[in-house]
């Protein structure tokens, strides 16, 4: 990432006509237009190779779920062959419906600048209503080129309404917020799992050749499978990225073919599953054990929400292109032809996948469905590293390591924590369950949450933003959501069986992300209580009687306003600051990129002579911190063109002022009595204006060379980082939970993850931290 600075000096006369004050707190963010991302235009032969990529990136997971749908649904084994035609109806009309018209028609549509996901539907929602819990959104913020907010139109009186009841509503800004950290704890589960169940599901065809291997040697197997799929994730994807299409296309092509080969073979008349009448038979004839059995169906639609999850690197007609033309015939192929199959064999309905494969082509389907189950599983590893990376802007976990494994593509990165906890987790419920039976029945739970909670996100996203007929908006959440609650409450039914173990993952991580977003909530609002005004900077100086040091001092700090509680007490220890000093704030913005020539915003703190600024440094949420020599460099060159503009913006007040006063005593000594004499008086005075004019102007970049030149010293002479160590607990009179949550749960988090000084790679030789403990 670099950050394009113009020259101020070639800029110079160009500033000097504008009397809109640049890149202050309080004033206009400088806009640049034109910043595009994630292919959103192109030609035809650029769609056509996105989603041929989009194939082996977001499909794996889709993709492979014929391994094990049918299992699933009859754990029990076929009681009737009739129930064949049922199940393989409700497969395809399941697929039509949420993947298919919810996500590729509908849901796709609701991108954050071309990012997807439920992160990013939150942050979409969050730029039209003031949902946040912090309060550091700025007027200059809806200025960055990428922001692209319509506000509700007075015409628009529901979206206006809906508007107006999020932001006054405390409990709604906690239920959407809840929803979002929901949806990321059930992805970070479908991560621990799509790696548990399609290693096991692909790993277990080997029986079929090899019958002396037992359960447990499969299980094995799987794991050793597992250890170096997560252990290979700090080198990323990039290096062999270019194959996952390649080969899940190889894999489509495969399923297909086997499908139409069963269709042929053993009965075509299995295509009678497409009149939906066959739906309610099969309930008709199986009553309750058909509405449990729904629970193994759901497991064909694993992966949707990837679709829109991993948007942000393809555009949305090359995903439309790619599901309707290659996903969706080839695994509707690979289900006919497995009910073809088992029409003929229903015995074999344990292991239908390789039992329906034909004898010449079982050994190239073993080895490509294992390449496949590791690329699902590596594809879904990689979107809950970066759903979770976006979700750290959120303040929900400490700033933990976020290492950008590709130069090429920015979304790929690697959490080194998570990756562990993640890898760890799946190969004990991997040893723990063994079969892809129980261990399905944890995995629907996750799927469908994530469903509904995108469900409801859109809903909003409708009323507020897209502003779509109400009778559009009741038809969307009553198909879908109705659809949705049906696979939940049949999930919900198998919960001893394994169903519980997403609901305990997410209650863990829910915790965690609660309570760490609850303190730092809390933390926020105490500094801001206990800010020190800016206008009394330089009576805090003279009375610690505080000395200027070489070298140029950045002191971190989540305000994005006034001096923080921090800083008095580092002058009252120590009472030096160094000739430049900088209250340096990192603030994410809720829009994925923010582009670098709108980074930084300064403002003037105190004193022109003091030489101390406030720095607010915005980034999209999928943006990635530059390393600190890079930002220090980007930094100083913005701070050189913030005083270059503040010295156009004086020097222009001036200019008026003067005029003014010229003006006005012109006026007072000899009153104007005609239009000539009008005329003559502008004429006499603009030769006096331009001779003083000159003056000030030469004055003033006299004094901005030498404050640029200046910085440029003290820079040399070295850049110290200052952070504050918060010592956060709970006032003596909180209740046991509070003091349960604060000196306990938050306690544990602040001092076991990784420090900020780390995630920011700031070194230690330029660490300077101090000391402070809040009572919240």
Known sequence: MSLEVENPASTESTNRLSLKRHDSLFGDAEKVSGGKYHGSEGSWARTLHLAFQSVGIIYGDIGTSPLYVYSSTFPNGIKNNDDLLGVLSLIIYTLIIIPMLKYVFIVLYANDNGDGGTFALYSLISRYAKIRLIPNQQAEDAMVSNYSIEAPTSQMRRAQWVKQKLESSKTAKIVLFTLTILGTSMVMGDGTLTPAISVLSAVGGIREKAPSLNQTQVVWISVAILFMLFSV????????????????????????????????????????????????????????????????????????????????????????????????????????????????????????????????????????????????????????????????????????????????????????????????????????????????????????????????????????????????????????????????????????????????????????????????????WYELDHVVPTNEMTTLMEKNDVRR??????????????????????????????????????????????????????????????????????????????????????????????????????????????????????????????????????????????????????????????????IDREVERGVVYLMGEANVSAAPNSSILKKVVVNCIYTFLRKNLTEGHKALAIPKDQLLKVGITYEI
């Not at 009678?272 to 004839?285: G, K, L, M, S, T």
């Not at 006063?661 to 603009?686: L, Y």
């Open 233 to 524: 994730q700090r080198f990323g994807t990039d290096k062999v990225g270019y194959t996952f299409a390649p080969v899940i296309s190889l894999w489509f092509l495969m399923i297909a073919g086997t499908g139409m080969y069963n269709l042929v073979v053993h009965e075509v008349g299995v295509l009678r599953a497409f009149n939906p009448w066959y739906i309610v038979q099969y309930f008709r004839r199986n009553g309750k054990d058909g509405w449990v059995s729904l629970g193994g169906v759901i497991l064909c639609v694993t992966g949707t929400e990837g679709m829109f999850a991993d948007l942000g690197h393809f555009n949305i007609r090359a995903v439309q292109i790619s599901f309707n033309g290659i996903l969706f015939p080839s695994v509707a192929l690979c289900y006919i032809g497995q009910a073809a199959y088992l029409r003929r064999f229903p015995e074999n309905v344990g292991d239908t996948f390789y039992r329906s494969i034909p004898a010449p082509l079982f050994w190239p389907t073993f080895v490509i469905a294992i390449l496949a189950a590791i690329i699902a599983s590596q594809a879904m590893l990689s979107g809950a590293f970066a759903i979770l990376s976006k979700a750290l802007s959120l303040g929900c976990l400490p700033r933990v390591q976020v290492i950008h494994t590709s130069k090429k593509y920015e979304g790929q990165v690697y959490i080194p924590e998570v990756n562990f906890m993640m890898g760890l987790a799946s190969i004990l419920v991997t040893i723990a369950f063994r079969t892809t039976t129980s261990i399905g029945n944890a995995y629907g739970i996750c799927v469908v949450t994530t469903f509904l909670i995108t469900t409801h996100l859109m809903t909003v996203v409708m009323l507020l933003i897209w502003k779509k007929h109400l009778v559009f908006i009741l038809l969307f959440y009553v198909v879908f959501g109705f659809t949705e609650m049906v696979y939940l409450s049949s999930i919900l039914s198998k919960f001893i069986e394994g169903g519980y173990l997403p609901f305990c993952f997410a209650l863990v991580l829910m915790t965690l992300m609660a309570t760490w977003h609850y303190v730092h909530v809390k933390r926020y």
């Open 549 to 710: 040091i070489p070298g140029l001092g950045l002191l971190y700090t989540e305000l994005i306003q006034g001096i923080p509680p921090v800083f008095p007490r580092l002058i009252k220890k120590i009472p030096s600051v160094h000739s430049v000093f900088v209250f340096m704030s990192i603030k994410h913005l809720p829009i994925p990129h923010v582009i670098p020539a709108e980074r930084f915003l300064f403002r003037q703190v105190g004193p022109r002579e003091q030489r101390m600024f406030r720095c607010v440094a915005r980034y999209g949420y999928s943006d990635r911190l530059e390393e600190p020599k890079e930002f220090a460099g980007f930094l100083v060159d913005s701070l050189k063109m913030f005083i270059q503009e503040e010295s156009v913006f004086r020097l222009n007040e001036a200019e008026n002022d003067e005029i003014n006063s010229i003006e006005v005593s012109e006026a007072q000594t000899r009153p104007v009595r005609s239009t000539q004499s009008v005329v003559h008086s502008e004429e006499a005075i603009q030769p006096r204006v331009s001779s003083h004019s000159g003056r000030i102007t030469f004055h003033e970049n006299q004094t901005v060379d030498e404050e640029k030149q200046l």
